[in-house]
């Protein structure tokens, strides 16, 4: 069994999944999102030998069905039939679904992509539920701009929001944590009416993609409470980070209580990333999850579903 030491001596299994075709698909060339980066990312913890503290598998590839669960039939019927060579007989549909532009680009087998990715992170919510694993991470993830029926921000499947779903089944409370530089907002509005699942999210605003996630926007109905934002400025400091940071998660493990925990990880707040603006180094993430969440989450015996965005995370390296 692959195990790493938790807080507190416990040891605590962790899992991460990784489809090695999907390092093949192609946004395009001036394409700042780029899946190779996931192979790459992959084999530097295969040559550093950390995946001898893992248990690594190969996903299956979501369904139709397992897709369904959030987007709508006629938006991933469309995603499976348009290709660069008939984007011109789906011109209409293009605009309605928001692809085809810079953003979302239509490229070569692009729903075999997205069911790649959505498929990591539902075995990982799947291993979860049948309590085989302590914290899974699916590298290819963290799509969480993408909505029922609309591409957006590099993101066509929600693969957070499909995982959420599915730990649902047998967790009453799931908290979505995001720390990339952009709003979460496909996973907020996905979930804005519910309080079985919680959201949070810090991020970048003023004038800075998706231009969502004001402090006043915090939930409908049942929800009313349950997403919570924190738009931050540019430049923002590892300091400045912690200081938000620390408080809120606090407060946050200990009045929701949440029995499992989905991280968005997009790493674009580190600095010198092309797209995002922030100054935050790689210690800020260790410091957060090394002094606080795990230890919060290794106190309520709550589980972690990953979601790395580590391709988005790396997507400003040139190669
Ligand atoms: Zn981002």
């Known amino acids: 069994m692959a195990t790493v030491d938790g807080v507190g001596g416990h040891s605590r299994k962790v899992e991460y999944f990784y489809d090695p075709d999907v390092g093949n ?122 909505k029922k029926s609309e591409a957006s921000g590099f993101c066509y499947v929600n693969d957070i929001v499909l995982a959420i779903l599915e730990l649902l089944k047998k967790h009453q409370r799931v908290l979505y944590l995001d720390i990339d530089i952009h709003h979460g907002d496909g996973v907020e509005e ?25 402090v006043q926007d915090d939930g409908v109905k049942d929800g009313k409470g349950y997403a919570l934002n924190f738009p931050l400025q540019d430049g923002l400091t590892d300091s400045t980070f912690r200081s938000v940071f620390r408080p809120v998660i606090d407060e946050v493990m200990n009045r929701f209580r949440p029995e499992a925990v989905v991280m968005c990880c997009g790493a674009d707040s580190i600095a010198g990333d092309r797209l995002g603006c922030w100054n935050l180094t790689i210690k800020v993430g260790w410091h957060f999850h090394k002094k606080r969440t795990a230890q919060k989450v290794a106190h309520s015996s709550c589980r972690v579903c990953a979601h790395a965005s580590i391709m988005r995370a790396l997507y400003h390296e040139r190669i």
């Open 25 to 146: 698909y192609y946004y395009g060339s001036a394409h700042p999102m780029k899946p190779h980066r996931v192979r790459l990312t992959h084999h530097l913890l295969v040559n550093y030998g950390l995946y001898r503290q893992m248990n690594v598998f190969r996903p299956l590839k979501a369904s139709k069905d397992e897709l369904s669960r959030f987007h709508k039939d006629d938006y991933l019927d469309f995603l499976r039939l348009c290709t660069p060579d008939s984007e011109e007989r789906y011109a209409n549909q293009m605009e309605r679904f928001n692809v085809g532009q810079d953003d979302c680009p239509i490229f070569s087998d692009l729903y075999e992509y997205c069911q790649i990715y959505a498929g990591g992170s539902l075995c990982a919510a799947a291993r979860l539920n049948a309590r085989k694993s302590d914290i899974v991470v699916n590298w290819s993830g963290g799509m969480h701009h993408a």
């Open 190 to 214: 996905a979930f804005y009416h519910t309080n079985r699942v919680m959201t949070l999210s810090f991020h970048q605003y003023g004038d800075f993609f998706p231009g969502t996630g004001t």
